[in-house]
Antibody, heavy 116, light 106 residues
Framework: EVQLVESGGGLVQPGGSLRLSCAAS????????MHWVRQAPGKGLVWVSR????????SYADSVKGRFTISRDNAKNTLYLQMNSLRAEDTAVYYC?????????WGQGTLVTVSS | SYELTQPSSVSVSPGQTARITCSGD??????ARWFQQKPGQAPVLVIY???ERPSGIPERFSGSSSGTTVTLTISGAQVEDEADYYC?????????FGTGTKVTVL
């Protein structure tokens, strides 16, 4: 069974940093592109970032470019999102998702709250 | 950046057909996906490559594409189809979700 478990969320002050992790199991993690998607309370899905299967290529939404960094450790079956210079508008549930042509799997999300 | 525009809400009676549109310039050259999200749950992929259905998704879900618009059709909508639906597409190192459509079945 595919499992994606996010962790690392919490309350952080504006300007602060957090690192999210996504532990993967039940599939060949190193073969899949991975994405981070966020959802502010009561709002829609927003794509944040993606990384290819070997970590050599990444891309970001304009709203996080230069502040967030996606990475992965295929030996540990883990995806990361380093978030710096956090703003109130970054407050959201952050989901990791494995991305294949004919299917996706999602974690249950981790809540990040940016507030003083 | 890219934008994908959806109607904010669609209402349908049980057994009737619901159609949700998604419009954006990127759709003229890139495939779309559709995701279903129920309250408190993670999204589920219901259509990929504009019109392909993943395994396990009921046949009542179908997709089509024309120019810069893609459409998700729920034929014979069921109460359990009540959810938020989002289109998605990606191009040129960017990706974007649509604005989302709340489907009410009553």
């Amino acid at each position: 069974e595919v499992q994606l478990v996010e962790s690392g969320g919490g309350l952080v002050q504006p300007g602060g940093s957090l690192r999210l992790s996504c532990a993967a199991s039940g599939f060949t993690f190193s073969s899949y592109w991975m994405h981070w998607v966020r959802q502010a309370p009561g709002k829609g899905l927003v794509w944040v970032s993606r990384i290819n299967s070997d970590g050599s290529s990444t891309s970001y939404a304009d709203s996080v470019k230069g502040r967030f960094t996606i990475s992965r450790d295929n030996a540990k079956n883990t995806l990361y999102l380093q978030m710096n210079s956090l703003r109130a508008e970054d407050t959201a549930v952050y989901y990791c998702a494995s991305w294949a042509v004919a299917g996706t799997d999602w974690g249950q999300g981790t809540l990040v709250t940016v507030s003083s | 950046s890219y934008e994908l525009t959806q109607p904010s809400s669609v209402s349908v009676s049980p057994g009737q057909t619901a159609r949700i549109t998604c419009s954006g310039d990127v759709l003229a050259k890139k495939y779309a996906r559709w995701f279903q999200q129920k309250p408190g749950q993670a999204p589920v992929l219901v259509i990929y490559k504009d019109s392909e259905r993943p395994s396990g998704i009921p046949e009542r879900f179908s997709g089509s594409s024309s120019g810069t618009t893609v459409t998700l059709t729920i034929s014979g909508a069921q109460v359990e189809d009540e959810a938020d639906y989002y289109c998605y597409s990606a191009a040129d190192n960017m990706a974007v979700f649509g604005t989302g459509t709340k489907v009410t079945v009553l």
